[in-house]
């Protein structure tokens, strides 16, 4: 049970970043249908700019609370992420809006070698240690004094998602702006008749959702204690993967899918050696059972593979749902 | 222009067809049936429910009720393309043709359902694969001759003229040899002189023995040109008859024009 | 792309064409060995991606459904080929037994991929392709334990290169006093495997199979309204995209002598797809073009961006490697944006080469 409830702490933790990050992309891809290759990277180049932000004032012994610190380094990452998603935008994407549907996905992929490049000029190769300036507290979730925990680091990440995701729907369904950008991805030359600046709608999306896109970089260097020029790449994927599994286009399906996938990576990783354990079959075979009193734990798929049930679990869900979860689903018109 | 084409066997019987979406009828127990060898008309106010009718008819939906038999054997549950297999061939009213490729092979596209080269034969490229492909060259030249566009044969479709892409989908469907082609309006968007052209296409279409399904908003060109005519309002039948008798029908004109005007449309 | 191996009206010229290609291709490898036998390396890879291109045009260009999976039957084919001629299992079959069986495998592999998510809409299906590639390189890294099947990130080594009757593509033999190395014998194995798999592209493409294909990738309603099964179409799309990767990746595998799950990395499948996406999609002679530009480029900035940081600012400022891959990464970005339906577009080549029907009703 103990670990149970662990593995579903790590597992709402990770899921609530790839929820954040998710939002971007569905985002996107909710108003001009596309996959916003580079924008894993941009979460990555929120950590970096934040790493900075963080060393430089550590290094200046600026007498500031450690939380303040943090704080005020997301505060620099944010502008920054925003303006590298706004340029993104209007350099490789604007260009191609009716161009073949590939060939804006080329350019995402270009920027995102790009842009990891020049992180690879500025913060090297090697992966940071994040500054664990925040002092780490546990707290102990269950009465086993070997039980589950939760640490405040853990604790403020779910927090701070939830408070951003209910931000971002107040924007989206209570603000003039949100009107626009619902209206753009509804139907944008219509939109656009109705006087709505959508090139600015589509703007604000880019620059929103890299927002959020700094914040999680923030959170998942903080979390996982590095950051590293090809930290966004595989954050990226599974963000997507998030995103598709609720239903790309819908922010309740990023957030939903999000969490999802980060609740099924961290049991998966967590029950898959037992549940595999060929040491349960050792009556069968002799030769089995000898090799399982040296080796109790030969599971036939262990942890390392928790990669794998991120994208089975999309397969699944797409082969029986194929518009996601919460997707609208889409019927042939003639 | 006959308004009987007498005791011609049936090709298309459809029986109490019903298709809802939502909490929304489209179609709502629709019944008729299509002489062989005669063109017959499918009008009715927008939203009426035609191309509705069209998409359950060729496979795009899946009817909730109700049955077509066509040629005499049952039509139910078949994919687009086993319907096309069957022999029905259909166009769409916002022109479908593969935009990308030229003129000449959106009509050879429509012969597939009816040549067999294999993966093997195609990269083998055989005598046999070699006079097949040759026919279906030939055979799609002489289509695209026949309604019209062959001097554009090497142009993207996407780059044709409005009529003329409404003139290749007809070719397209012709190639698949159907005996039924239903044409979602054809006329829609052509001035005078296309239509008439388009008019003499139909007829001559159907005296090559091809059974016609038309919708159409042009009346002066369903009057002139079908034997007979289905009416739908609000996704039931209205009429059915002859084009001359329709025209008369109380009921239709109060549909079509609210009911205080009269329909003054005199055909050709 | 057809007239181009139409030889009528113009016989002699298009011969005398030809023949000179022919002998540019033959006499390629020892112009580039002249230089650097790394540079027959690259060829033979540069040729190895047009391959892999062809192949993978054959799913994207022509049935239009996108695959960033694809590299995976890449690693199925050269997997196949590492156990089955290697001391892993200390089993050492003939490649020509091999290569199909790849072949096979990775077909096999491609319909079990595509049967259940093939009615998926595009951007979908390529979430599920990327997946699909990302759970064979997961598989392939951890199947060491509890049995070593792949040898995990290790690799399998010592791979047994292509013999032909006793004559072993391996090692350097003399001939006329020339070194013939065993790049130079894999060049001239793959250039010759090229050209047919160039031939059966274009066949297709101008066949019954491959017009039902481009008819899918236009419009999927309208394909199955003239009778297209697109279901079974687009499985033969799979099946066929992964034959080819198959049969790549023993290729790959025999030429290198060593494989890792590091080959078959995501970015391969994206490289892969850009070929084919900046060449032209859907356009043969398109994709070789980006196959080839894309591998050779990468591999001219190797070896000028360290010399030209030297020349312009005496000392090298920014770490080569990093270097070309921005300037790789630029360069795919301006290509799009100059030429978005690829440098040679499909439809533009078609009608600029299609023979007039006239003559022929």
């Known amino acids: ?334 | 222009m006959s308004g009987d084409t007498g005791a011609a066997g049936e090709l298309l019987v459809a029986r109490d067809i019903g298709k809802r979406f939502g909490g929304i009828a489209a179609l709502t127990d629709v019944s008729f049936s299509i002489r062989r060898g005669e063109i017959y008309g499918l009008i009715g106010p927008n939203g009426a429910g035609k191309t509705s009718l069209f998409n359950v008819l060729t496979g795009i939906y899946t009817k909730d009720s109700g049955t077509f038999v066509f040629d005499g054997s049952p039509l139910d549950d078949l994919k687009p393309n086993e319907v096309a297999e069957r022999g029905i061939a259909r166009t769409f009213q916002n022109i479908r043709l593969f935009a990308n490729l030229s003129a000449l092979e959106n009509v050879m596209v429509g012969r597939h359902v009816r040549t067999k080269a294999t993966v093997v034969g195609a990269i083998f490229r055989g005598p046999r694969t070699r006079d097949e492909e040759r026919a279906i060259r030939r055979r799609s030249i002489e289509l695209l001759d026949y309604v019209g566009v062959k001097r554009r044969a090497n142009d993207l479709a996407k780059h044709l003229a409005y009529g003329d892409q409404r003139r290749l989908e007809i070719a397209r469907a012709l190639a698949t040899e159907p005996r039924l082609l239903a044409l979602d309006e054809p006329a829609a968007g052509m001035n005078a002189t296309e239509t008439a052209g388009l008019r003499s296409l139909l007829e001559s279409i159907r005296g090559d023995g091809t059974t016609i399904l038309l919708i159409e908003h042009d009346m002066k060109l369903v009057m002139s040109v079908c034997d007979r005519v289905l009416v739908l309002d609000y996704g039931r039948k209205l009429a059915e008859g002859p084009a001359a008798e329709v025209q008369k029908n109380e009921r239709v004109i109060a549909a079509y024009l609210g009911g205080d005007v009269s329909l003054n449309l005199k055909g050709a | 792309m057809h007239a181009f191996f139409d030889t009528r009206g113009r016989p002699a010229l298009v011969w005398a064409g030809l023949a000179l290609v022919a002998a540019a291709l033959i006499a390629l490898p020892w112009v580039l060995a002249g230089i650097g036998t790394a540079w027959v390396r690259i060829t033979n890879l540069a040729v190895l991606y047009c391959f892999l291109a062809l192949g993978l045009n054959i799913v994207v260009g022509f049935a239009g459904l996108l695959d960033l999976g694809y590299i995976a039957f890449y690693g199925v084919g050269a997997y196949v080929y590492a156990l089955l001629a290697s001391p892993q299992f200390g089993i050492h079959l003939p490649f020509w037994v091999i290569l199909p069986l790849g072949a096979l495998l990775a077909c096999i592999f491609g319909m079990l991929l595509g049967a259940p998510t093939l009615k998926l809409r595009g951007d979908y299906l390529a979430i599920v392709t990327l997946g699909f590639g990302e759970i064979v390189r997961i598989f392939l890294n951890n199947l060491s334990t509890p049995f070593n099947l792949t040898n995990g990130p290790q690799g399998i080594t010592l791979i047994d290169p292509f013999r032909l009757d006793g004559f072993s593509f391996a090692g350097t033999q003399h001939v006329f006093g020339q070194a013939l190395t065993s790049p130079i014998k894999y060049y001239y194995f793959l250039v010759i495997v090229l050209l047919l798999v160039i031939v059966v592209n274009v066949r297709l493409q101008n066949s019954r199979i491959g017009r039902a294909w481009e008819a899918i990738r236009e419009d999927e309603v309208a394909a199955r309204a003239m009778g297209i099964n697109t279901r079974n179409m687009k499985l033969l799309a799979y099946a066929m995209g992964a034959s080819f990767g198959g049969i790549a990746g023993g290729m790959f595998s025999a030429m290198q002598g060593f494989i890792s799950p590091e080959s078959f990395v995501l970015v391969e499948s994206i490289m892969v797809l850009s070929m084919v996406v900046l060449g032209g999609m859907g356009n043969v002679f398109g994709v070789v073009v980006g196959a080839l530009m894309l591998s050779y480029i990468p591999e001219v900035l190797r070896y000028t961006v360290g010399p030209a940081q030297m020349a312009v600012f005496g000392r090298t400022l920014i770490d080569p490697e990093v270097f070309r891959m921005l300037l790789f990464g630029l360069a795919l970005v301006l290509m799009m944006l100059f030429r978005p339906a690829g440098i040679v577009p499909s439809a533009l080549r078609k009608r600029e080469l299609e023979q007039v029907p006239a003559d022929v009703g």
């Open chain 1, 1 to 334: 049970m103990d670990t149970f409830i662990q593995q579903l702490v790590n597992g709402v933790t990770l899921g609530s970043v790839y929820a954040i990050v998710a939002l971007g992309y569905t985002m996107v891809y909710g108003i001009i249908q596309l996959i916003n290759f580079a924008h894993g990277d941009v979460v990555m180049i929120g950590a970096m700019v934040a790493y900075s932000v963080i060393a430089v004032l550590v290094g200046a012994h600026v007498s500031l609370p450690p939380l303040a610190i943090v704080v005020i380094a997301t505060l620099f990452a944010i502008p920054v992420c925003m303006a590298v998603g706004y340029a993104l935008e209007r350099v490789a994407y604007r260009p191609l809006r009716n161009a073949p549907r590939l060939a804006p996905l080329i350019t995402a992929i270009g920027l995102s070698i790009v842009l990891e490049n020049i992180a690879l000029i500025i913060w090297g190769r090697a992966p940071l240690p994040y500054p664990q300036i925040i002092e780490t507290v546990t707290y102990r979730l269950t009465s086993h004094p070997d039980g589950a925990t939760i640490t405040n680091v853990q604790v403020a990440i779910i927090g701070i998602s939830i408070v951003m995701m209910a931000g971002l729907l107040v924007l989206i369904y209570r603000t003039k702006i949100g009107v626009a950008m619902r209206a753009t991805a509804q139907n944008a030359q219509v939109a656009g008749l109705m006087g709505i600046d959508v090139n600015r709608v589509i703007s604000i999306t880019f620059i929103i959702g890299s927002g959020l896109a700094a914040v999680a970089g923030v959170m998942d260097g903080s979390y996982y204690g590095v950051a590293h020029y090809q930290m966004g790449f595989i954050l990226g994927l599974k963000a997507f993967t998030a995103a598709v599994l609720g239903g790309i286009g819908n922010l309740g399906g990023a957030m939903l899918g999000g969490l999802l996938l980060g609740v099924i990576e961290s049991l998966g990783a967590g029950y898959v050696g037992e549940f595999t354990n060929l040491c349960h079959l050792s009556g069968w075979s002799h030769a089995l059972a000898l090799r399982c009193v040296s080796d109790p734990h030969l599971a036939l798929f262990g942890s390392n593979y928790q990669d794998v049930f991120a994208f089975v679990v999309l397969i699944l869900v797409l082969v029986f749902r194929p518009s996601g979860l919460l997707g609208e689903r889409v019927s042939d018109r003639a």
